[in-house]
């Protein structure tokens, strides 16, 4: 890299760091994130820890799966409409009434584990009601960036926004693992707390976050919205490369199952497994906050998919916690790489009116592969065992990760991310 692009990327490095508005909404996505993550990583212990009293490892993996898609329904249902919301009302309100519904969802975890309910059933419902909380989050947070910073800083925001996400999953799940030990309720009452100090955040945001007034019925708009991403083949192509590749590829699920009976590594060996992809993706995070990528951006999303498919399969196949956390730091790397460049992609390419309706499509793609990503590896591990389930998963993304370069050729050839 020549020193004037040195001076240029530190140049805006300076820039972003100098946007108020930006920087509070930072600060509530790194809270909001990280208190999603320890309720996400204290739910899934505690369903296994259950489940593991009457059941087989099989048999527990399943209900693993089925939190996952108990999580994902409310996104099915309720995505679209909370995108039309999103470029309807003042999108600040939006995130925050979210957040007020993810604080609810995290005192009632929290009363409940003081008084010892435990049933799966009762926390599965619990994974739906978190499921309706945060599904208007999503599409409100993607599309308010664009109005904290200027044009030329989209880029950097768009970094700075997904290294708030993975640093705080680093930390989230260390931190869940350390309370867990101790007791549930304190996982569930700090993660309720984290919310709350998101929430402060966003109430101190000054700039004008309603979008341009709408015309048309909530159906109309939401149809619009769906048509752009269809015709929009870069935008189609980014959003369902990574539904595909996650759907098969996503191992989340069942990490309780790797840290408990493969590796025998208990909750604190669980929580720097679920820790490891962060740590992976901050750092190459970090490097995309700072240093632009100068071209073929195309190109190095599908690497860093097809890099995300083989750590996948190293991981399923490895047998000792250090081998194992390697593979998911790689695995996390590799798909912040292409995290970044879809949605740097999507943003620059969709006008502003539409962002909340191509983001809530855009989170309904990413819902459906995490979530139910998840349900299919509880599943698959079911009937073949968790190791074959991964490996199996890994191998299905490498070929997806080929065959989606010959249906998306201009997704291959998009260059700048500019």
Not at 249 to 255: K, R
Not at 349 to 372: C, H, K, Q, Y
Request: glycine letters at 8%; a positive charge; proline letters at 4%.
């Amino acid at each position: 890299m020549t020193e004037a692009a040195n001076s240029s990327d530190n140049a805006s490095v300076s820039a972003l760091l100098r946007q108020r508005d930006f920087m509070l909404f930072w600060v509530s996505r790194f809270f909001g994130s990280m208190a999603g993550v320890v309720l996400s990583v204290a739910i899934g212990w505690q369903v296994y820890e259950v489940s593991r009293a009457t059941m087989s490892v099989e048999r527990a993996a399943l209900m693993l799966g089925m939190v996952g898609l108990f999580t994902f329904l409310p996104v099915l249902f309720l995505t679209l409409p909370a995108g039309e919301a999103a470029d309807r009302h003042t999108r600040r309100k939006v995130m925050a009434f979210s957040l007020v519904g993810q604080i609810a969802v995290a005192a009632i975890l929290t009363a409940s584990a003081v008084l010892k309910i435990q049933s799966v059933t009762f926390l599965l419902c619990i994974a739906a009601l978190f499921g309706i909380a945060r599904v208007y989050l999503q599409p409100a947070s993607a599309a308010i960036v664009p109005m904290l910073v200027p044009r030329e800083l989209l880029a950097r925001a768009i970094a700075w926004n997904t290294i708030a996400f993975h640093s705080a999953a680093i930390i989230g799940p260390a931190l869940a693992g350390l309370l867990v030990a101790v007791s549930p309720a304190y996982a569930f009452g700090a993660a309720a707390a984290m919310y709350a100090a998101s929430l402060i955040a966003i109430f101190t945001i000054n700039a004008k976050t309603k979008p341009e007034a709408q015309t048309g019925s909530r159906w109309e708009l939401m149809k619009e919205g769906l048509v752009y991403v269809w015709k929009e083949k870069i935008v189609f192509g980014a959003i369902s490369l990574d539904l595909a590749a996650v759907l098969l590829a996503a191992a989340t699920a069942v990490l309780p199952v790797f840290a408990r009976d493969i590796l025998h590594v208990g909750p604190e060996g669980f929580g720097l497994l679920r820790a490891a992809p962060a740590i992976g993706s901050t750092a190459v995070g970090i490097y995309l906050a700072t240093f632009s990528i100068p071209g073929r951006a195309g190109k190095v999303m599908f690497a860093g998919v097809a890099v995300f498919a083989l750590a996948t399969i190293a991981f399923g196949l490895s047998n000792t916690l250090w081998l194992s956390v390697a593979a998911l730091i790689i695995l996390g790397g590799a798909d912040m790489l292409s995290v970044f460049v879809r949605h740097t992609l999507i943003q620059l390419v969709t006008p502003d009116p539409m962002r909340g309706r191509v983001a809530a499509v855009s989170s309904l793609f990413i819902g459906a592969s995490n979530e139910l990503g998840e349900f299919r590896a509880g599943v698959s591990a079911r009937f073949i065992g968790p190791v074959a389930s991964v490996v199996l998963g890994g191998v299905g993304a490498l070929a997806v990760t080929l065959g989606w370069i010959k249906l998306f050729p201009a997704l291959w050839k998009a260059d700048r991310l500019a």
